[in-house]
């Protein structure tokens, strides 16, 4: 153990040579007293357990104070230090930071109570509110975490289940969400070996026998790339990106795809000393191979909400083989490393947070915001699940600030984003200044302003159509509220807060617009058609999402809400209704004809690229064409006819691909299920 804290000593006076080092010196001793005599599962003195966290946390460049909290970590939960003893000998600071990761373990309801998810829930609010307060709780919590599924093989059988299972759906994605990707891609492998060890042996087993292929590959394409770098006078260095098994058996699952057709089997890193020299790099990957289209992502003019940076591109190799490029610079490539943790120790150990870590901890202190409505636990841990680990798109407001969602946001989404109350007016969107309705699915490097009005409530299938945790909550939480849902129970809370949110902001900075008769006669179809002149009734006050009918008067089209009890009592005359929808209401198939040459997994690609559109394949045929081609015929079903145009696009990045077609006679309206 002593060699231990050694180690540890020499990397924090690495990275902090001026601090003094009596408080970790203070620390160890404390805690190797308090834990005197303790045994890990593995049969070793419990205090190695405590140094290997404080370690970790050194390894990302945490603190000395952060460092002594994580030796200390345990005391409060395992021994008779009590929090007093902690504050009088070591500070508020150390003792607040060693309260909170224990507070984040204890659980203090009964066993036969509440059910499994409600007791993740539980453990997810308190890390959320931990976190909140001083984000170096989390980061303990994590690498605590991490130590323990380090040696989780010394555990039952059960108990490694049930913790790898959490490290998977919780802990591995906040890693992620902090930015920390080392601790993310160890956790991942981890849990995976535990839950799934035959895949976790088989995906192990390929990659030792291609390693001399693989690393002769890097090499040299590692050598080509420095020799062009420097011909373009960039000073960078060239290395082969680590291989997570846990990612490469995701995408062996999500795409149907074999090992060895997994890009990421083969992918270099280029580590740049400028953000021009990362642009300039990229041209020079692009001039040696030719780039796959669409694979291009820009990170550094728009990071990711963990503060990630970097461009990916993906070129095709002169062999066939298709390969990932990552670029950054030397910071960046910290950043990806040590994530939040690198912005909490930017001025050598300062604890003023810059405004990238604001932004980033602004998302955790949101989130816990609103989850405090998600009383229903498979509610809450099913919201945290999506946002942590769907991938994201990026879209702008009017103003040009770039706003992150989930693949397959829509407008409503993005209205719930920025204020509940915009979210419950929002009739539908400008998106690239054209209407679009509230199922619209965004997508990276749309404009959306917001259109709103004020007899506008949500819906109950307004449920179905946002993607968001946040969105999901304040819908139901309002819909209660109206009484159109029935209030639920939820054993972890005593008595339900009400979620705090800012004031409404001046509308001028919402970007949203309020919506006048004719912006909303734009969203509504009469016999299948747009553009009539319509009147919307005020007895009943129609609004996108209500089920509408039109009435021919002698005054024009009045339009009514079909279950407008007004309207049925006035008798109508039925020759004098109209069919009305609103737009987004009525949805339409169509067939694309796809013409593909002979190669393995191209359907298993069609499906991968055509995903993240959001459109419902309801058919799809095979059949056999001339010369060794072959024909697919994808039916779908969608309300936003100008998605054809984007799938038309992501189909022709597919290799194999030769024609897209459309067939336009099978074009057919229907009225929406549900």
């Not at 130590?147 to 555990?155: A, F, G, K, P, V």
């Not at 790339?225 to 490469?248: C, F, M, N, T, W």
């Amino acid at each position: 153990m002593r060699e231990s804290f050694i180690k540890l000593q020499k990397q924090l006076k690495k990275r902090f040579p001026d601090t003094d080092p009596s408080v970790l010196r203070e620390a160890y001793r404390r805690a190797d007293k308090a834990h005197k005599g303790q045994l890990r599962s593995s049969g070793e003195p419990y205090i190695l357990h405590p140094l290997m966290v404080a370690q970790i946390l050194a390894g990302i460049g945490m603190d000395p104070i952060t460092c002594a909290a994580g030796i200390l970590h345990d005391v409060l939960e395992d021994t008779d230090v009590t929090f007093a003893d902690l504050k009088a000998d070591f500070g508020a600071e150390i003792a607040g930071l060693v309260e909170g990761v224990t507070k984040i373990g204890g659980l203090t309801f009964a066993e036969q109570e509440v059910s499994a998810e409600a007791k993740q829930a539980n453990n997810i609010r308190k890390m959320l509110v931990a976190t909140a307060k001083d984000v170096r709780v989390i980061i303990i919590k994590l690498a605590d975490r991490l130590h323990n599924m380090r040696t989780i093989e010394y555990l039952p059988e059960a108990k490694r289940r049930r913790i790898a299972r959490e490290t998977l759906d919780v802990y591995a994605p906040l890693a992620h969400r902090l930015g920390v990707s080392a601790w993310k891609w160890e956790l991942e492998d981890h849990a995976f070996h535990t839950l799934m060890p035959e895949e976790y042996k088989e995906i192990s087993r390929q990659l030792a026998m291609r390693r001399r292929d693989r690393e002769h590959f890097i090499n040299e394409t590692a050598a080509a790339l420095e020799r062009s770098l420097r011909e373009a006078e960039i000073d960078a260095r060239v290395i082969g990106r680590p291989k997570h098994l846990y990612s490469i058996y995701r995408k062996m699952v999500e795409h149907g795809k074999d090992f060895h057709e997994v890009m990421d089997l083969h992918g270099v890193r280029i580590i740049t000393q400028t953000p021009g020299d990362c642009y300039n790099a990229l041209g020079v990957v692009h001039a040696l191979w030719t780039p796959v289209p669409g694979r291009m992502k820009d990170y550094i003019a728009m990071p990711k909400l963990n503060m990630y940076q970097a461009l990916h591109t993906t070129v095709m190799r002169e062999i066939g083989r298709p390969m990932e490029v990552q670029i950054r610079t030397e910071e960046m490539d910290r950043l990806a490393r040590e994530g939040i943790a690198a912005h909490w120790t930017y001025k050598e150990g300062a604890k003023a947070s810059d405004a990238k870590m604001d932004k980033q901890l602004s998302w955790f202190r949101q989130m816990y915001e609103w989850l405090k409505d998600a009383h229903a636990p498979e509610e809450l841990v099913e919201s945290m699940q999506r946002d942590f680990t769907v991938s994201n798109i990026y879209v702008f407001t009017p103003k040009g600030e770039v706003k992150e969602l989930p693949r397959g946001a829509t407008p409503l989404d993005y209205a719930y984003m920025i204020h509940s109350d915009i979210g419950h007016h929002c009739i539908g969107a400008k998106v690239n200044g054209r209407m679009v309705p509230l199922r619209y699915h965004l997508q990276t490097g749309d404009v959306v302003e917001v259109l709103q009005s004020k007899n506008q409530r949500p819906h109950l299938d307004w449920v179905d159509i946002v993607v968001t945790g946040r969105a999901r909550t304040r819908i139901r939480q309002h819909l209660r509220e109206l009484g159109m849902l029935d209030p639920i129970h939820d054993p972890m809370v005593k008595a339900p807060e009400a979620a705090a949110e800012p004031a409404p902001m001046r509308r001028e900075r919402l970007d949203v617009a309020p919506v006048d008769e004719s912006t909303r006669a734009k969203l509504l179809r009469v016999d299948g058609e747009s553009g009539y002149e319509v009147k919307f009734a005020k007895c009943c006050h129609p609004m996108p999402g209500h089920p509408v009918v039109g009435y021919m008067t002698k005054l024009g089209m009045s339009i009514h809400r079909a279950d407008c009890k007004s309207f049925a009592k006035s008798k109508p005359d039925p020759d004098r209704i109209h069919a009305a929808s609103w737009d987004g209401d009525e949805e339409f198939e169509q067939t694309v004809r796809v013409r593909v040459g002979a190669r393995p997994n191209v359907l298993a690609d069609i499906t991968a690229v055509l995903r993240p559109i959001n459109v419902d394949i309801v058919r799809a045929e095979y059949r056999p064409g001339e010369e060794g081609s072959s024909y697919f015929d994808f039916t779908f079903r969608t309300s936003d006819t100008s998605q054809m145009p984007r799938i038309a696009r992501a189909l022709r990045t597919v290799a194999g691909v030769q024609k897209i077609g459309s067939l336009p006679e099978e074009v057919v309206p229907f009225a929406r299920v549900g």
